[in-house]
């Protein structure tokens, strides 16, 4: 049984870098605006392994979905709120 869990593991041949994209400030949530690591994450990165190097980078990768997804929906409410107004040179709309 072991060497079938030992066959299964992905053999490491190269170093797993660090997310940071050089935009280094922190979030309204302490997250890095850059690479989405908390605090703890950026400072103890040389400090763990592997496999908590790739969770780390999964949930930087999950942190940065919900960012944009959040961001997206800020510029379609935007957008439907500049297409709600008309203009003062415009007919008022027709009140029921």
Not at 11 to 26: K, N
């Amino acid at each position: 049984m072991t060497d079938l869990k030992e066959q299964s593991q992905q053999l490491e041949f190269f170093e797993i870098p660090s997310p940071c994209i050089g935009v280094c400030e922190s979030g309204p949530r302490g997250y890095c605006k850059g690479c989405f690591r908390s605090r703890d994450e950026r400072l103890y990165w040389l400090k763990v392994n592997d496999a908590a190097k790739r969770k780390i980078i999964s949930a930087c990768v999950r942190r940065k979905k919900a960012k944009m997804a959040k961001l997206r929906q800020a510029q379609v409410l935007e957008s439907e709120k500049a297409a709600k107004q008309f203009s003062l040179f415009d007919k008022p709309p027709k009140s029921s």
